[in-house]
Nanobody, 121 residues
Framework: QVQLVESGGGLVRAGDSLRLSCAATGRAFSDLVAAWFRQSPGQEREFVAHITARGSPYYAGSVKGRFTISRDNAKNTMYLQMNSLKPEDTAVYYC???????????????WGQGTQVTVSS
C-alpha cells in the first residue's frame, strides 16, 4: 500500500507560480508511475501530467509549457512546478500512483487527499 500526501496549494494571482509536492510512504514509490490530476467543482477529475519511474514526463495540452512534473525517488516525493498560472487552473490538485502510465483516474490505484489551488484574476 502507498500513502500519498499533497502540500503546497494556496491562493495566488494570475501569472504567479506555485510548487506542489506529493510525499509518499509505504510501498516503493520509486517503482511506480506518478501523476497529477485536478478537479474543479462540478467537473470530472482531469489529467494534468504523469512521470514514469525513470523520470519521463507527459503533459496535458492545457498545461504543457507552463507546468513541470518531477520526482526525487531518494525522497519519495513528486513535484509539480506551476508557472504562468491562470484562473482556469483553479482546482483541487491530487497526486496519484500506479503501475502503468495513463490519463484516466481509473488507471491509478493510490490517491492523495488533494490540495486546493486558487488563481485569482
Amino acid at each position: 500500500q502507498v500513502q500519498l500526501v499533497e502540500s503546497g496549494g494556496g491562493l495566488v494571482r494570475a501569472g504567479d507560480s506555485l510548487r506542489l509536492s506529493c510525499a509518499a510512504t509505504g510501498r516503493a514509490f520509486s517503482d511506480l508511475v506518478a501523476a497529477w490530476f485536478r478537479q474543479s467543482p462540478g467537473q470530472e477529475r482531469e489529467f494534468v501530467a504523469h512521470i514514469t519511474a525513470r523520470g519521463s514526463p507527459y503533459y496535458a495540452g492545457s498545461v504543457k509549457g507552463r507546468f513541470t512534473i518531477s520526482r526525487d525517488n531518494a525522497k519519495n516525493t513528486m513535484y509539480l512546478q506551476m508557472n504562468s498560472l491562470k484562473p482556469e487552473d483553479t482546482a483541487v490538485y491530487y497526486c496519484a500512483a500506479g503501475s502503468f502510465t495513463g490519463i484516466t483516474p481509473a488507471g491509478y490505484d493510490h490517491w492523495g487527499q488533494g490540495t486546493q489551488v486558487t488563481v485569482s484574476s
